[in-house]
């Protein structure tokens, strides 16, 4: 009766230990598609990528340029300089200096599929981009074409800081599930 009893407790023990082991497996493979992609934000020269459209009355002199809106039609390449990759598309729409106290922009910006595995598809991106930080993260909130409905996040990393180029380069790390 003792090893019935024994018997039945070790069935049972591995019948609840066995959903808890699918489940990690399960989030191990959580679906997402990962790529990096590369942003180039031009201020300077004959072809600007970014603009700034609008601005607060103090925004120049804000240490943050708080207040301040940007257009953004900038590249986005397969490599880190804009002739050691493919464009790929476009990363268009605004992002706005929101912090008084830091570099803290808020993103707003559809990433725009030309070319490369995600042609005619863009996905929708939305959060803080606070860019003296190493890493940030921005949520994607939907996309269109292969990414309709999609959902997940951006990791981004600048490379160069354009402080002499007038270019800013940003690496993004594109976490997507659609």
Same mark, same amino acid.
């Given at each position: 009766?003792?090893?019935?009893?024994?018997?039945?407790?070790?069935?049972?023990?591995?019948?609840?230990?066995?959903?808890?082991? =699918? !489940? !990690?497996?399960? +989030? +191990?493979?959580?679906?997402?598609?990962? *790529?990096?992609?590369?942003?180039?934000?031009?201020?300077?020269?004959?072809?600007?990528?970014?603009?700034?459209?609008?601005?607060?009355?103090?925004?120049?002199?804000?240490?943050?340029? *708080?207040?301040?809106?940007?257009?953004?039609?900038?590249?986005?390449?397969?490599?880190?300089?804009?002739?050691?990759?493919?464009?790929?598309?476009?990363?268009?729409?605004?992002?706005?200096?929101?912090?008084?106290?830091?570099?803290?922009?808020?993103?707003?910006?559809?990433?725009? *599929? !030309? +070319?490369?595995?995600?042609?005619?598809?863009?996905?929708?991106?939305?959060?803080?981009?606070?860019?003296?930080?190493?890493?940030?993260?921005?949520?994607?909130?939907?996309?269109?074409?292969? *990414?309709?409905?999609?959902?997940?996040?951006?990791?981004?990393?600048?490379?160069?800081?354009?402080?002499?180029?007038?270019?800013?380069?940003?690496?993004? =790390?594109?976490?997507?599930?659609?």
């Amino acid at each position: 009766m003792a090893t019935t009893t024994t018997l039945l407790l070790l069935c049972a023990a591995a019948v609840l230990l066995a959903p808890s082991t =699918t !489940t !990690t497996a399960a +989030a +191990a493979d959580d679906g997402y598609t990962t *790529f990096k992609l590369y942003f180039h934000d031009i201020v300077g020269g004959t072809s600007p990528t970014a603009i700034r459209v609008a601005q607060a009355p103090s925004s120049n002199s804000s240490s943050t340029f *708080f207040g301040a809106v940007v257009a953004i039609d900038d590249p986005l390449t397969s490599g880190p300089t804009r002739s050691s990759g493919d464009e790929l598309g476009r990363a268009q729409g605004t992002y706005t200096f929101a912090d008084q106290k830091t570099f803290g922009l808020l993103m707003l910006m559809n990433f725009v *599929f !030309t +070319a490369g595995d995600h042609n005619g598809s863009s996905l929708a991106i939305v959060g803080r981009n606070e860019v003296l930080d190493d890493v940030r993260e921005m949520s994607i909130v939907g996309g269109t074409g292969k *990414f309709r409905m999609a959902r997940g996040y951006v990791q981004a990393h600048t490379i160069d800081s354009g402080a002499t180029s007038g270019e800013t380069v940003v690496q993004y =790390t594109v976490n997507v599930k659609a």
